[in-house]
């Protein structure tokens, strides 16, 4: 399982930084991702980085959300800022696409109006 941590309770337009470690020595190869389950609805991608640096955003987190790599750390990053109350939810760090048996805990995430 992948540990996600960074979460907490954060005022709208506040900002946070999710972190997730990885202790897999191939890191460095796999394409990363973070998803995110609001309550009542499923799971969604949020954002994915290649193992060469290429990223991709759900429109609705473009321009404010921003996913990086230390392949030195084996950490995949998702800096977070303009927070809306919207992107309240639980946020997990998982391969792209997801392997079943990573998916961990997750961290809350919740942004007050």
């Known amino acids: 399982q992948l540990q996600a941590s960074g979460g907490g309770l954060v005022q709208t337009g506040g900002s946070l930084r999710l972190s997730c470690a990885i202790s897999r020595t191939f890191f460095s190869i796999v394409d990363m991702a973070w998803y995110r389950q609001a309550s009542g609805k499923q799971r969604e991608l949020v954002a994915a980085i290649t193992s060469g640096g290429s990223t991709n955003y759900a429109e609705s987190v473009k321009g404010r959300l921003t996913i990086s790599r230390d392949n030195a750390k084996n950490t995949v990053y998702l800096l977070m800022n303009s927070l809306k109350p919207e992107d309240t939810a639980v946020y997990y760090c998982?391969?792209?696409?997801?392997?079943?048996?990573?998916w961990g805990q997750g961290t809350l995430v919740t942004v007050s109006s």
């Open positions: 998982n391969s792209a696409p997801p392997i079943t048996g990573w």
